[in-house]
């Protein structure tokens, strides 16, 4: 797979953008919920498996690595310092690949079991609020040991979240909370409400602003240094959303169990709709990489690679 694609106009070397390609295939249909990316290969630890899938991007191919000691369900997963932390996402198991090593080991295990679909890598720790609940289970890597935090206001969904400044953003999933949790002082302080409780299964952060596309129409935009939501402008279509990616200014929105592509223009507040995805599936996460969104499927064995912009190799 070369680094782009181009099409010749004349003697004019012209180099294409937005569209989709697809890559190989993974060797096993299997669910990928969490990836991440490392020295140009993307690592997914497999949900409800205990093996890991790589994609190595420059030679467009699938390995399989070493499996873990048991299968647990993976829906978040966080890199350092060459290895891939996964806290069970419904159970009280971390999980941890060395990626030099091809190895699996088991780290301690967290005070309880919980929901964790959504942390936060920070000054050598994971943070792990609970979904479905109040805990904040905090994980020390060089230690091998957690702690557990403040309790959260009251029990909500927390699908996505994001870090800023020390804190920790979660816009309920499915409600209209914003609860931010202070890592300094280990407290948890209550934002104010949405407008309208949506599905927020995904969002970035840019420019001191949390932006939460619906699975649905609706974008919602919360404004942390001023405490406040506003509504940007709707999606074309109502689509499920998953995942997404920041590049530029604009907000990506490959739809998930779909073949939509919704681009957000930041500074326009408007959306322009991208060529359609090859092949409708699930699509919980994705990476951004040179230029491109790679999207492992969610459940299947492909993986759908959008093109933002190609550039030319001379």
């Not at 290969?41 to 949900?47: F, G, H, Q, S, T």
């Not at 407290?187 to 299964?201: F, K, M, N």
Request: a neutral charge; glycine letters at 8%.
């Amino acid at each position: 797979m070369t680094d782009c694609i181009l099409t010749r106009r004349g003697d004019v070397t012209v180099p294409m953008e937005n569209f989709w390609f697809t890559g190989a295939e993974a060797p096993i249909y299997k669910t990928r919920r969490t990836a991440q990316l490392y020295n140009g290969k993307i690592y997914c630890p497999l949900d409800s498996s205990p093996e890991i899938q790589i994609y190595d991007i420059a030679n467009n191919s699938w390995g399989t690595g070493a499996s873990a000691s048991a299968s647990i369900y993976r829906y978040t997963s966080q890199l350092y310092d060459g290895k891939i932390y996964c806290p069970a996402s419904n159970g009280a198991r971390m999980q941890i690949y060395n990626i030099s090593e091809d190895t699996w080991t088991n780290g301690t295990n967290a005070p309880a079991s919980a929901y964790r679909y959504t942390s936060q890598l920070y000054d050598g720790k994971i943070y792990c609020p609970q979904s479905g609940g109040t805990a904040m289970h905090i994980y020390n890597i060089v230690e091998d040991s957690w702690d557990t935090g403040a309790t959260a206001p009251n029990s909500i969904e927390r699908y996505t979240s994001q870090l800023y400044n020390g804190k920790i953003y979660c816009p309920q999933n499915n409600g209209l909370a914003m609860q931010i949790y202070n890592i300094a002082d280990d407290l948890w302080e209550t934002g104010a409400d949405a407008p309208t409780s949506i599905s927020r299964y995904t969002s970035q952060l840019y420019d001191g602003k949390i932006y939460c596309p619906q699975s649905g129409t609706r974008m919602q935009i919360y404004n942390i240094s001023e405490d406040t939501w506003t509504n940007g402008t709707e999606a074309p279509a109502s689509v499920s959303r998953w995942t997404s990616q920041l590049y530029d200014g604009k907000i990506y929105c490959p739809q998930h169990n779909g073949t939509a592509m919704h681009i957000y223009n930041i500074s326009d507040n408007s959306w322009i709709t991208g060529p359609l995805v090859p092949v409708a599936s699930y699509r919980y996460t994705s990476v951004l990489y040179n230029s491109k969104i790679y999207c492992p499927q969610g459940m299947g064995k492909g993986v759908h690679i959008y093109v933002i912009s190609g550039k030319i190799v001379s």
